[in-house]
């Protein structure tokens, strides 16, 4: 299980009971755990809506849409039952945060999906966690069998006379079925494909029923907010990007972790300061900002606050907060070949352009990388994830697109020393590239 | 729903709402080019071939998927949109083996098309291709895994059309793949949709696979001729030393009744005509022997005989039994040859279902038969009997799309848990032989309630529940005949717009009947003894009604039918007669092959089958269609010739049986051997232009004239049926029939892999393991 880090400029909310035990339900009770539910319980749906919008929480999985807005798009009444989501399949590379909420604080992750399911008259949640998290399901496992005991889910959830089972379901090992769509098509035990919208999950989701689908640590985020307020969280961080979040640091740097900063906290800074700065004296190469789906930015444009509209003004995306930082050994062909063996591995091979086109990609980049390249792949690749580009069924084919159009963007020159036989210039210095 | 409009390319566009962005634009003559998308089956957006701008959005749309929505501006070519296509054809190329100069999709491959539009000749790749083996998944489908471009189409036309659902998709990424049911192999229906669909060469069929070029074909549309259904089918044809050789049979032509469908029979099971033992020389009894002969020596022997027979005892001593497979043409003439040339009403076939209680319930009703597209439109079906998923492909087909694609409401009452009832929103199991009670339980006779097993309540609530479908089908099997057939129409009578439809088994069954080979009833369901219009036509024919097929057999057995005349059926297998029985009579028969009846022949006369003459059929719902010729094999006449020369063999003027060249309009050019679709042309053109052209006696179409006067309901437009295409038939004007006995229908024992004496000479039929009582081939050969 992960070290816990900290850093003086952390502001420790979702992180709160982290280290504290609060996986055991007494312990998480003593933290004021069930409270914010408890208060939900007394407020009308519309004002948790409305409170959960004037905080500015935005989506933690990566898209940073508004989470009170997308609540707001549930019918008030359907004629199929309503359900909420927990999205914990986390699995896009440079990302580890979920995780730590599952380990640390899962109750607040029930809890979250209560307050969701309160807010839009649901009465049914399923947590869904990553395969590979077998360890943390465990955990989940029990913290929701412990609920149960309580009485805090099942019927009547605090003598309120309403009823809310909440369900735990394990991935199978594929990144795909954290988009949205196609986790619903795994929870309905089908193949792990997206699906056609719209119609979009809030209307038509699960079993056909209108869903809320959010991440583990925006649900977790939910309870803060209704203890302590939406000016508050709102408060915490920059304009429309409300709060804290959890900032997956990892890559050649001295003191990587999971840090909780304030949205907009600057990455520059990020680097340096909480985490310690480069490794052994190198010096900064790259940044990927917010998982390996984000295109890379140059020293030179680190400057920038980490909220999901500057960095989206700086060329990148905040994504779902891992800050993937790269010493001037990596080699950006490798790494570029690295991220694209990710894609292409878990394509889930619906549509063509992101099928054929990560494989065509990894094998273009592993004979380039290899010595075998000609001038014209450097072109090739990059027309190739053009031609993926914003036509692909889902956004996994813009997740492979994006970066490699950077990293040939940002790095020709690097590409231009691979040609002609020549050996890798820094294959003795890495051994595996920052994402193995 | 209201309209919606749109601008496509400047274009303004009015379309229904609900309409897909991609049919607007082929509505409108834009092509928007697909590999996924398939009208009917369920939305992919999977190819990403039909990328389209979208005002506003900021991304290309697939126009599969897109909804019109009032005040859209689309457009559909621009340099950024054939970047996209072409670029999603490159990818594709890219792992594509390109095969095409062996690839039996070669000519009529969408890729290749897209590729030619889009252009995307130079690759960019140098790594190997990937590569998979091919797989064989049953006798008729193989897969070709690396031609496969992932379209899905195979799937769900398997799941959603066939609802078999044989077909997945394995594993992910590049490796995803099509899969079949069973590990390694398919056990499923074996009806090659899947293969029809495949816009590649990917999923190919067993018997056609690397045996010609499509454009190395003749391409001939005409009819299936297995069961009672009618499939319009396309059948690739090719020269051979035999006179020609039927190497496909798919549906590309999808104008026909049954537009995406064809069953493995309709498919695949054209082989028996190209089977060894197909007799293609007349052969006559010396020394016991059957010998080959000329065909002067057999039609002269014929004609004395018959001739000497009608002399010496009189019409009644010659029987005469039609077929179920032959033409509408063909039957008229052998029933008229019967009553004019020989003299006598014993005629019969292998009846199915009871249409002669059917044509009398329903007469003087018009609108009162449902067609095969009425199956495929009605907001509601009730299938009392029957399985159709076994007997009636193309029926089942209709029912399943119509449930799927209307959300028709369809009642199954049967004796089996048979497959419909998975697509039915009431199914009631019934004792087996309880159909009759209960057609009359709904025709208001409760006291029959006691033989339907279940609660009186739940019945009667079905019965209600009937009552309000508005446009109702009543679809009916075998099992009810006579009374029940009365009682059914007495009930529908009651609901508005109830139509009805009885099945029979056989591509002509139907025809047959209308035809009259009924020993008491001529054409149109007109007792013999009301012949009136057909005496003034025909002159005298005898009015007292003829021997049934039974009847015959006990004629023969007492010594006093002296000759017995077979065209195209097998009366000694089906009805289990004991050969010897016929041993004093003067037995002729025309057939494909020895059947049990023709080796008890004195002269055997190797005949044409359906796929090898041109006319008309009507099927089990009486949808009249056109079959045509796709070419002779060497040594056969069809039958209607052989009928013809027969008489002119007995000296008869066949003037008088064929009215040739006096008033008839068109001829189908095809008696000359033409082939291809060329001579059809013609005929359609001369009828057009109502040019007249002289006809030959053996020219079936002669003889169309005289039914479309004289047979009630097929009075059709010569064009339309001439252009291929289907008219109802119906009863409204029928004669008032008699009552026949029930016991004379005999159903038959085909099934989804079976066939009659046909299905026993198909290899591919045997070859499927579903086919439970398959036979090695050689065993098929010798019996
Ligand atoms: C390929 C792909 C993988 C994704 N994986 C995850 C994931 O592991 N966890 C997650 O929360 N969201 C993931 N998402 C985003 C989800 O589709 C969805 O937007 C998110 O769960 C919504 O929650 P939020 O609004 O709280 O961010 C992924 C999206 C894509 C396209
Ligand atoms: S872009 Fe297409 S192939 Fe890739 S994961 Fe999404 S749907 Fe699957
Ligand atoms: S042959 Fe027919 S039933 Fe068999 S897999 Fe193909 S579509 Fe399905
Ligand atoms: S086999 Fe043919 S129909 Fe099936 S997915 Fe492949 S290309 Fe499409
Ligand atoms: S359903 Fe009947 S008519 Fe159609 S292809 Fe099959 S056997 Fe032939
Ligand atoms: S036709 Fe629209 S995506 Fe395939």
Redesign the pocket.
């Known amino acids: 299980m992960a070290d816990l880090v900290s850093h003086s400029d952390e502001v420790k909310i979702v992180s709160r009971r982290f280290g504290q035990g609060a996986a055991n339900l007494d312990r998480y009770l003593e933290l004021d755990g069930y409270k914010a539910v408890q208060k939900a319980l007394s407020m009308q749906p519309d004002d948790i809506i409305n409170l959960v919008k004037n905080s500015g929480l935005r989506?933690?999985?990566?898209?940073g849409?508004s989470?009170g807005m997308?609540w707001s798009f549930v019918p008030k009444t359907a004629p199929k039952p309503k359900y909420v989501l927990c999205?914990g399949?986390?699995?896009?590379p440079g990302t580890c945060k979920d995780r730590l909420i599952f380990e640390h604080d899962p109750h607040s992750v029930i809890e979250g999906v209560m307050i969701a399911a309160l807010a839009v008259g649901s009465q049914a949640g399923y947590i869904y966690i990553r395969g590979e998290y077998r360890y943390l399901s465990n955990i989940m496992q029990k913290a929701i069998a412990d609920a149960y005991a309580r009485g805090f889910i099942g019927k009547n959830i605090f003598g309120s006379g309403r009823d809310l089972e909440i369900y735990w379901h394990g991935g199978a090992g594929a990144?795909?079925v954290?988009?949205?769509s196609a986790l619903m098509e795994s929870l309905e035990g089908k193949r792990g494909i997206p699906r056609i919208r719209p119609p979009f999950p809030a209307v038509v989701g699960l079993w056909g029923g209108p869903t809320v689908?959010?991440?583990?640590e925006?649900l977790a985020s939910v309870p803060h907010i209704l203890l302590g307020g939406a000016e508050w969280y709102a408060g915490l961080g920059t304009p429309k990007n409300g709060g804290t979040r959890l900032f997956c640091l990892s890559g050649n740097l001295n003191k990587p972790g999971v840090y909780e900063l304030p949205m907009g906290y600057n990455l520059k800074k990020m680097i340096e300061e909480v985490g310690g700065g480069i490794a052994n004296g190198r010096k900064l190469k790259a940044v990927v900002p917010g998982g390996s789906s984000t295109p890379v930015l140059l020293p030179n444009e680190i400057d920038v606050a980490m909220d999901f509209d500057s960095v989206a003004k700086a060329g990148s995306m905040l994504g779902?907060g891992g800050v993937v930082v790269l010493d001037d050994t990596t080699c950006m062909v490798k790494f570029a070949l690295r991220t694209i063996k990710f894609y292409q591995h878990e394509s889930c091979g619906w549509c063509i352009p992101c099928r054929e086109g990560t494989d065509w990609l990894k094998k273009t980049l592993t004979r380039f990388h290899h010595g075998a390249g000609q001038k014209k792949d450097i072109d090739n690749i990059q027309y190739l994830a053009e031609n993926m580009l914003g036509r692909t069924f889902?956004?996994?084919g813009d997740?492979a697109a994006m970066p490699t159009i950077a990293f040939v963007k940002k790095f020709r020159q690097e590409f231009e020393d691979h040609l002609d036989g020549k050996p890798c210039p820094y294959e003795k210095n890495v051994a595996e590239p920052a994402l193995a | 729903m209201a309209d919606v409009n749109i601008t496509v390319d400047g274009k303004a566009v009015k379309t229904p709402a609900g309409t897909l962005l991609i049919e607007a634009c082929k509505s409108v003559g834009i092509e928007v080019p697909s590999f996924c998308y398939y009208p009917n089956l369920s939305l992919q957006g999977a190819c990403r071939m039909c990328l389209v701008k979208v005002e506003k959005m900021p991304k290309l749309q697939t126009a599969c998927t897109t909804v019109v929505a009032e005040g859209m501006i689309v457009t559909t070519d621009s340099d950024e949109i054939r970047q996209a296509r072409k670029g999603m054809v490159e990818l594709l190329l890219g792992n594509h083996p390109l095969d095409c100069p062996v690839c039996d999709a070669g000519g009529e491959c969408e890729l290749q098309d897209m590729t030619f539009s889009y252009g995307a000749a130079e690759s960019k790749y140098i790594e190997p291709k990937n590569h998979r083996e091919e797989q064989q998944w049953s006798p008729v489908v193989f897969f070709d895994r690396p031609r496969c471009i992932l379209c899905y189409r195979c799937v769900r036309v398997c799941n959603e059309g066939m609802d078999v659902a044989a077909l997945g998709v394995q594993n992910r990424g590049v490796s995803s793949i099509i899969a079949p049911n069973n590990e390694d192999h398919l056990e499923c229906e074996e009806c090659g949709m899947c293969i029809d669909i495949c816009p590649v060469g990917a999923l190919t069929s067993g018997s056609y696979r690397y045996k010609t070029r499509p454009w190395e074909m003749n391409h001939v549309g005409t009819v299936c001729t297995h069961c009672g259904d009618g499939c319009k089918t396309t059948l690739g044809v090719r020269r051979a030393d035999t006179g020609m050789e039927i190497v496909r049979g798919d549906n590309r032509d999808k104008s026909g009744i049954n537009n995406d469908f064809l069953c493995i029979k309709g498919r695949y099971a054209f082989d028996f005509a190209n089977h060894q033992d197909r007799l293609t020389q007349p052969l006559i009894r010396k020394n016991g022997q059957l010998t080959p002969a000329t065909w002067e020596e057999a039609f002269e022997l014929i004609g004395k005989k018959f001739s000497a027979i009608r002399e010496k005892d009189g019409g009644q001593a010659i029987g005469v039994i039609g077929s179920n497979h032959t033409t509408n043409e063909e039957n008229y003439l052998l029933q008229k040859f019967a009553r004019v040339v020989l003299g006598s009403n014993n005629i019969d076939h292998h009846r199915t279902a009871d249409f002669p209680a059917f044509a009398a319930a329903l007469r003087g009703r018009a609108n009162a038969t449902a067609s095969m597209r009425d199956v495929y439109n009605a907001p509601a079906v009730l299938l009392i009997g029957n399985d159709p998923t076994e007997k009636h492909p193309l029926l089942a087909w209709q029912i399943r799309s119509n449930v799927r694609l209307h959300r028709s409401r369809l009642y199954v009452v049967n004796s089996q848990p048979i497959k419909l009832r998975r697509q039915a929103a009431g199914f009631q199991l019934i004792p087996a032989g309880a159909e009759g009670a209960f057609a009359a339980f709904l025709a208001g006779e409760d006291a029959a309630l006691a033989s339907l097993g279940g609660s009186k309540d739940g019945w009667t609530a079905l019965r209600d529940k009937l009552k309000t479908e508005e446009n109702l089908v009543i679809v009916f099997g075998s099992e009810l005949r006579e009374g029940d057939i009365t009682a059914l129409v007495k009930f529908g009578s009651a609901v508005p717009g109830a139509k009805f439809l009885a099945l029979a088994d056989y591509a002509n069954s139907r025809g047959a009947a209308d035809m009259g080979l009924y020993p008491d009833l001529l054409p149109g369901y007109l007792p013999v003894a009301e012949a009136g219009k057909f005496h003034q036509e025909w002159g005298g024919i005898p009015s007292a009604p003829g021997l049934s097929l039974p009847e015959m057999a006990e004629s023969a057995k007492a010594g006093k039918l002296k000759a017995l005349y077979v065209v195209g059926a097998n009366p000694i297998a089906r009805f289990g007669i004991d050969p010897f029985v016929f041993s004093k009579s003067f037995v002729v028969v025309q057939d494909m092959f020895l059947t049990e009846t023709a080796v008890i022949a004195d002269v055997v006369l190797p005949a044409a089958n359906a796929y090898e003459k041109s006319g008309s059929v009507t099927n089990t719902s009486g949808d009249l269609q056109l079959v045509k010729k796709a070419g002779e094999v060497t040594g056969t006449k069809g039958d209607f010739e052989m009928i013809v020369r027969i008489a002119d063999a007995m000296g008869f003027d066949v003037r008088q049986l064929v009215p040739f060249g006096r008033g008839t309009r068109a001829d189908m050019g095809q008696t000359r051997g033409a082939q291809s679709g060329e001579a059809d042309r013609h005929a359609v053109w001369l009828e057009a232009n109502g040019l007249e052209l002289k006809m030959s006696p053996f020219d079936p179409m002669a003889i169309l004239d005289e039914i479309q006067r004289l047979v009630p309901g097929y009075n059709i437009s010569r064009l339309a049926l001439l252009s291929g295409n289907d008219q109802q038939t119906n009863f409204a004007a029928s004669g008032p029939a008699v009552a026949q006995k029930p016991e004379l229908i005999v159903p038959a024992a085909d099934g989804l892999f079976r066939s009659g004496t046909l299905g026993r000479y198909s290899h591919t039929l045997h070859s499927v393991m579903e086919n439970k009582d398959r036979q090695p081939s050689e065993e098929v050969a010798a019996d």
């Open positions: 989506g933690r999985g990566g898209a849409f989470t997308k999205n399949d986390e699995s896009e990144y795909e954290g988009e949205e689908i959010n991440n583990a925006t779902s889902c956004p996994l997740a």
